[in-house]
DNA sequence: CTGAAAGCGCTAACAG
DNA sequence: CTGTTAGCGCTTTCAG
């Protein structure tokens, strides 16, 4: 029924190994005129390599797992930026010849009990908390963090450059002359991604000469939904803040809405700028102005890492954290402050 | 090192054999005394089933593919729609104890390449075109295509009512007292979503009075660029045109900001209503009135198909196609027409 | 209710 | 450059 190796053996008048051998490029073992008959009985055959019996004689898959942790209803995390990741790591490991599991982690042992069953040859972890991060132990495969500023050594983190992206949004509000401004991000723990736009954020806007009073925040979870209820009692929770940089583009867009429902008007009334600069930022009015981060080159830096790991076998060695560049799209929702 | 079975048969001094009906849930075939002690020992050793060896010797891998046809540049297509399939599927498998693998596929072949290589127990074909399913032949596995209306009885068509909806559409523009509309979407062949959604709304149309010289209709590709091109040039192309009835919700907004753009308004001098009512549909201003597909249904349907033929082993048989219900939501982008 | 034998299709390791 | 020997960890089959 489906053809083996053994099949191309026979007909070949070689040994398994030999076509084994071929069909896995290690031809320098092997001599042109025999590597060209296996490879043509193959073809005329339509030899398909099984893969699990690679996996189980070889202790490696060539799969490479997208792990992400599912909410409370057990269902998938789908954001744009999870999206990027999963479908642009699958793209690069395509062509290497890896494949993408995708798999959602309902209880931390699950991420090493993935690894093993499935003999894994990579893993990336996609919006896990860093406080999970820090407990994983496992040594016996790459691990990719995105998104992550973990000190676990057995994990490489590749995130954007969150706290510049902060000083980015900072100055752009000072240098337009916003003196009260307010930072909305969900609530988080230690210096993560949040932490890290915010801590830059607050910097760039001291350094700019504002009041430590004039540079607030606000706990908001990300969506639309809390954007614009927060921009509903913006005015009258925060009554002198004319500017306010959101840590995600979902929520800046609620904000805005919300202001604009509240009878305010951006960036008349108060500015909004935000992050990521996902499809829909330019779609609303006025366009999103937002901190973009490099989403390509974010998804071919973990690429290139896993990859490169997987090679050289193992045990990650002290690998630098990688940090992508961000800059500012300047789209309308910024302006000067009222009055 | 990993425990293995054997391990656990040993120590419990039984047979490999027993222990892995206890570990499968072939219970009934053992004693509740022997079933307890090796539960208890499994979990003490940190037992992990081996897929790959799994896979081999059953012959089935508990993995459902997820193929999506990649791009010109061999990147995976990524659209909120495909999103939403794949991260949802992957939730009702994960429950099932099935896993998903996301594969995108640069050649038909690879199609059924892929199934035999790795033993797949089910695949979903998630934005393939007809003519491709049409020509696919395998039987081996259960094959469901979302929003197929492909003949191929090997596979099983899970989509919205698309006829339906573009009905909804031309309804409600006709209704409104719009005289001559347009429909704009991709470039399309034989009857298929597009196919559909035209023939629907046009259908309506006639139905409500309409003039056949006012239901006009524009190839356009599905894009936010492709649809403000299109709004620019509304109004010179097709100086009559009150209403606009766009495939895709990123179409439907990129021709309300060209129409802006240009000048016009929405609605008042045109109006305009999307199709799959994305998050984005609110973003803008106005709101999208649009067509709203219920993807949680839809998923769940093609999730339990699949399982359902899992279960009953191959061989399709000759399932009905599913067409889930759509509903209309109004925002905003719909009004009387001009004059 | 339990076990022994055989083998899934492939590759590592070494010998020639 | 090629072949042989041993499995990888699990399930199927059939016999107790």
Redesign the interface.
Known sequence: M?TRLSDIADEAGVSVMTVSNVMNGKRARVSPATIEKVLGIAARLGY??????R??AANS?HIVA?LVP?GEN???L?S?HT??V???M??HL??HGY??????IEHEDQVA?TI????LDGVVLVEFPDEQIDRLRVDTVPLVAIDSYSANPRTIGVRSDDHGGGRLAGRRLADAGHRSVLFAGPPYQGMGVVGQRWAGFREACLEAGLDPDGVGSVEVLTS?EDGRRLGLRLRRDHPGVTAVFATAD?LA?GIM?GI?EAGGSVPGDVSVIGFDDL??A????PGLTTIAQNMPAKVAEASRIILDEIERGAAAGDREPVALDVHLVERGSVGPPRE
Chains 1, 2 share one sequence.
């Open positions: 489906t398909v390599p099984n893969i699990p019996a996996s189980l898959s997208a599912v057990n269902s998938l789908v744009p999206v990027a999963v479908g642009g699958e793209t395509r062509h494949h993408v599991l995708l798999r959602g009990q093993r069953g499935w003999s639309f979902h867009v809405a604009v499809d829909f330019r779609y609303t009015t």
